[in-house]
DNA sequence: CCTTGACCCTCCATCTACTGGAAGGACCAT
DNA sequence: ATGGTCCTTCCAGTAGATGGAGGGTCAAGG
């Protein structure tokens, strides 16, 4: 199969694909003419990456993930860590965009939007200049 | 004022004072030995920068701010419209984490974490795989 | 006068996870 | 033979810094 029907078939773009065969989580067979040959089970690696990428696992999250798929010795345990892990950093993301939410809802709030220059976001800003 | 003294009173590493240099964001005087300078109104700006930056403005919106900031034929309504499409990111961004936070949140719940491989989190990047 | 240490400078490389594009080969239909 | 659509590799660029090499500057101490 070549690498745009693979693309197709796993949701990611042939230039991603082309990537992480770069990075080493894929190895494609190749064609006589030096074209890339995906098997099923490539598909199944480059699905499995989609979707951890898509819960925001990096690359290399995603590798070791890749690598506990494969290993018949790994424990939930294992898995369950990196999770957790992942989790952690959501979470802490999460509340730092949520703090940021509320600051801006409330600037823009008290901020009238007309045409006149006085702007309570500005201030905002400029403020901590000053204290 | 040299540049590891506003660098402390602006809350900014020495090396993003010399990158925001770089992108235009500041320009410093310098000293006669090529030192640069900084007034008050540059660490005025880079505080502004700063807390800009903490919002989650982009650079390129912190330089269009800074822009309306020093103009006085601003309207708060070009703020404001500033402010709301970057609100409206945050609210992106926070909607597509919390619906990772969500599918991880569960995942790991229904882990047993324990010494079996059986893991219903690598079973589920798997199964995109196959569906 | 010399050295030591703490600054400062510029320039280049690195990070994440791709994405875009150039230059050229392969293949299929007309 | 020619056009169009694939494929290949390699290089550059994105955002926003950050780290480090290599070297200049300056004040204090001996």
Known sequence: MNISEAG???????KTIRFY?????????????GYRDFSEEDLHRLAFLRRA?????SV????QLLG?????????ADV????????????????????????LAHL???CSGDQSPDCPILADLAQSAKG
């Open 21 to 33: 065969e770069d990075i080493g989580l894929i190895q494609p067979a190749r064609m006589g003419n």
């Open 53 to 57: 990428r898509a819960l925001g696992f």
């Open 108 to 110: 823009i709030q008290a």
């Open 60 to 63: 290399e999250e995603c590798r």
């Open 80 to 103: 369950k860590r990196l999770a957790r892990q992942h989790l952690q950093r959501v979470d802490d993301q999460l509340a730092e965009l949520q703090q940021m939410r509320a600051t």
């Open 68 to 76: 506990l798929y494969q290993d018949r010795t790994r424990t939930s």
């Open 8 to 14: 197709r078939r796993a949701g990611l773009p042939a």
